[in-house]
């Protein structure tokens, strides 16, 4: 069931859509016994954390996966009647290749504003769902951003106060991206069979945007850093390597090697590709591929406490400074606290704890 199309979502746009109980919405929304409410994130990323982090790490197995692929921006076609960008969707690949593209770049985007829009869901017994806005959330988990998200209450879960309709269409329209945003209410789409309760949630989808065009550019930076191949994983010795193939799901995403110095790894990649550097397998519990989502396009490096876990963006002018001469000669200082970088991420410790 679908409500006020179209509707262009300015403060006096919705209060006449209210006021006027446009399609009956005011009467649907009232009538349903579940309510909504504003709920900190990060309360909500508690009740299913490891689920969070499974989704990141099929995330980015999804860039892993088709690094040496056609690249989505050279086969998609742009549709001027529907302002949408289309391709074969019924393609795993190329499903998996825009996921994942879309996952990073999110990752990446929030970290300087936070989020374009707040996240909307659900509540069923196993946490919270979110939908629309299910890759703004991951990457709000990734980030570990406490902000606020719509939540349906089911389980009468939250102390937080009951939105009203008005309310809470100005909290779901509220962002800074597009000047104006194109929203139609929707009833959920959850199949019967995983329904827990007769009630159906409203969402707001927005319906027209080009934000795709970002994701496109992003899946070709992506395939340009890693030089069309797998990262190589270094560690200080054999045994170690070993261990850490353990702990991955699909081991056979990433190559191999052994290196002393750390600050090598670019110079003995020939400054090509993204290789990582881990020194200590005891630190990491399980499936750790998701850290590459942590290493920007733009990145010299990616890092996990200083020493742990640090990414190399092999190809960056910054990384090329570090040939041997240049590693011999240089302090401690100069090199651990990456002086000789100038774009630097980190993987937040909440990620990093539960490695």
């Given amino acids: 069931m679908k409500f006020g199309k179209y509707l262009t979502s300015t403060p006096e746009n919705i209060n006449d859509f209210v006021k006027n109980n446009t399609d009956g919405i005011l009467d649907f929304f009232n009538n349903n016994k579940i309510k909504v409410k504003k709920v900190n ?29 056609s690249r989505l921006i050279d086969i998609v076609k742009y549709n001027n009647n529907t302002k949408s960008y289309l391709f074969s969707k019924d393609s795993k690949h190329q499903t998996e290749q825009f996921n994942g593209a879309k996952l990073h770049w999110l990752v990446n985007d929030i970290k300087i504003s936070g989020l374009s829009y707040p996240p909307q869901g659900y509540m069923q017994r196993n946490g919270y769902v979110c939908h629309p806005g299910t890759y703004r959330y991951l990457a709000a988990f990734a980030q570990h951003i406490e902000t606020q998200a719509s939540v349906w209450d089911t389980y009468q879960e939250f102390d937080s106060e009951s939105l009203e309709l008005i309310d809470w269409l100005n909290f779901c329209s509220n962002g800074f991206v597009r000047k104006h945003r194109i929203i139609t209410l929707e009833t959920d789409d959850i199949p019967e069979e995983n329904r827990e309760t007769e009630n159906r949630y409203l969402e707001v989808h927005e319906t027209t945007n080009h934000h795709d065009h970002c994701i496109f550019n992003n899946d070709l930076a992506l395939a340009e850093i890693y030089n069309y191949d797998k990262p190589t994983i270094f560690a200080p010795s054999d045994f170690i390597l070993k261990e850490l193939q353990k702990k991955l799901y699909e081991p056979d995403l990433f190559k191999y090697k052994i290196i002393k110095n750390k600050f090598l790894v670019p110079y003995d990649m020939n400054f090509k590709g993204v290789g990582i550097y881990i020194d200590d397998y005891m630190a990491i519990g399980s499936d750790f591929s998701h850290i590459i989502l942590y290493l920007d396009t733009n990145d010299d490096v990616a890092v996990y406490r200083p020493g742990k876990i640090t990414i190399f963006n092999c190809s960056t002018p910054n990384c090329k400074k570090l040939i041997p001469e240049i590693i011999e000669e240089s302090s401690d200082d100069y090199l651990n606290k990456y002086l000789w970088a100038n774009k630097i991420s980190t993987i937040p410790n909440e990620i990093g704890e539960n490695l």
């Fill in 41 to 69: 994130t990060k309360i909500l990323f508690k009740k299913n954390f490891s689920s969070l982090k499974y989704q990141l790490q099929f995330g980015a197995q999804g860039i892993l996966k088709h690094l040496n692929k």
